[in-house]
């Protein structure tokens, strides 16, 4: 089994930073691909941000492009968002998600695991 928690989030003003860390704990393997969603009040969880298993490749959704990085920290088993540049409509809570098996990063069902998430709320 695999526990996943997500912190760092908090209030900010437009224009600010975050940056959100997911810590995996229990059976851990390096070799995973992370993710990040996130859901705000009444909409569907929204995928923002994806890295695969080296780090090589990384994901990310249109409305977070060149405002979002994703990374990751293989000896520390942790997945990082630094989120810059945050817009009130980045509200939401942040969840993150590791996946073991091939398939593609965007849907949230092929993902194995996921934290109980973070909030991120961005003020105008």
């Known amino acids: 089994q695999v526990q996943l928690v997500e912190s760092g989030g908090g209030l900010v003003q437009a224009g600010g930073s975050l940056r959100l860390s997911c810590a995996a704990s229990?059976?851990?393997?390096?070799?995973?691909?992370g993710g990040w969603f996130r859901q705000a009040p009444g909409k569907e969880r929204e995928f923002v941000a994806a890295i695969s298993v080296t780090g090589e490749s990384t994901f990310y959704a249109d409305s977070v492009k060149g405002r979002f990085t994703i990374s990751r920290d293989n000896a520390k088993i942790t997945v990082y968002l630094q989120m810059n540049s945050l817009k009130p409509e980045d509200t939401a809570v942040y969840y993150c998600?590791?996946?073991?098996?091939?398939?593609?990063?965007?849907?949230?069902?092929?993902?194995?695991?996921w934290g109980r998430g973070t909030q991120v709320t961005v003020s105008s």
């Open positions: 998600a590791v996946k073991y098996y091939p398939g593609n990063y965007f849907r949230g069902g092929n993902y194995n695991y």
């Open positions: 229990g059976r851990t393997f390096s070799t995973y691909g």
